[in-house]
T-cell receptor, first 113, second 112 residues
Framework: KAGVTQTPRYLIKTRGQQVTLSCSPI?????VSWYQQTPGQGLQFLFE???????NKGNFPGRFSGRQFSNSRSEMNVSTLELGDSALYLC????????????FGSGTRLTVV | GESVGLHLPTLSVQEGDNSIINCAYS??????FIWYKQESGKGPQFIID?????DKRQGQRVTVLLNKTVKHLSLQIAATQPGDSAVYFC???????????FGAGTTVTVRA
C-alpha cells in the first residue's frame, strides 16, 4: 500500500516568488492536512481538507493557501515567499481524523534565498 | 494557550535499557493522543496512539500511558536499540478540530 507522496522533495526559490507543493494521500484517505516544520517553531498546523472543503486553518498569513481535489490529492501554495518560509512542509492523511493515526509523507524541503 | 510539550529536549540511553519520554498537555478537551518518531530527512512516523477513555496501551516494545488527572502522557520503549535514535513527538488532537498540536520533541540518543 503506497504511503503519502509529496512532491517535490526539495525546492529552492527566490524571495517574492510563489510555490506550489503537492500531496497524494493514502488511497481511501479523504482527510489531508499540512504542517510546517522549522527548528524554531517546531511542527505547526497549516490547514486540513476533507472532501474538497477546508475544515480548519492554522495561524498563518493569507499568503499560505491550499486546496483539495476530488481525488483527495491536495496542493498548498505560498505566494510572495519570504526567507522565513524556509521549512520542511509536511502533509498527513487520515482515514478518520481523531480516530485513526495521521500518516505523514516525507515532506518538501523549501529553501527561500 | 493550549499546547502539548515534552519535559526534556534530549535523552541519552544505554542500548538495552528502557526509555521513558514524557509529555505534558494543557488542553483538557483533548481526546486523542499520538506518539511519533522522526528520523533525519524523514517525516514523522506513527508509533502508537491512545484515546482519552484509556490510560494504557501497548504495542511492540512500546507502551503509552495517559494520566488525564495531571494531563500527562508518556512513551516507554523497552530494550532500546540503536535504531530507536530519533526525535520523538507527542501530538494531541482535540475533539472535532481536525488538527494535531505537537510538542517540541525529545531527541533520543542510544549509546552502544
Amino acid at each position: 500500500k503506497a504511503g503519502v507522496t509529496q512532491t517535490p522533495r526539495y525546492l529552492i526559490k527566490t524571495r517574492g516568488q510563489q510555490v506550489t507543493l503537492s500531496c497524494s494521500p493514502i488511497s481511501g484517505h479523504r482527510s489531508v492536512s499540512w504542517y510546517q516544520q522549522t527548528p524554531g517553531q517546531g511542527l505547526q498546523f497549516l490547514f486540513e481538507y476533507f472532501s474538497e472543503t477546508q475544515r480548519n486553518k492554522g495561524n498563518f498569513p493569507g499568503r499560505f493557501s491550499g486546496r483539495q481535489f476530488s481525488n483527495s490529492r491536495s496542493e498548498m501554495n505560498v505566494s510572495t515567499l519570504e526567507l522565513g518560509d524556509s521549512a520542511l512542509y509536511l502533509c498527513a492523511s487520515s482515514l478518520s481524523p481523531g480516530e485513526d493515526g495521521y500518516t505523514f509523507g516525507s515532506g518538501t524541503r523549501l529553501t527561500v534565498v | 494557550g493550549e499546547s502539548v510539550g515534552l519535559h526534556l529536549p534530549t535523552l541519552s540511553v544505554q542500548e538495552g535499557d528502557n526509555s521513558i519520554i514524557n509529555c505534558a498537555y494543557s488542553n483538557s478537551a483533548s481526546d486523542y493522543f499520538i506518539w511519533y518518531k522522526q528520523e533525519s530527512g524523514k517525516g514523522p512516523q506513527f508509533i502508537i496512539d491512545i484515546r482519552s477513555n484509556m490510560d494504557k496501551r501497548q504495542g511492540q516494545r512500546v507502551t503509552v500511558l495517559l494520566n488525564k488527572t495531571v494531563k500527562h502522557l508518556s512513551l516507554q520503549i523497552a530494550a532500546t536499540q540503536p535504531g530507536d535514535s530519533a526525535v520523538y513527538f507527542c501530538a494531541e488532537n482535540g475533539s472535532n478540530d481536525y488538527k494535531l498540536s505537537f510538542g517540541a520533541g525529545t531527541t533520543v540518543t542510544v549509546r552502544a
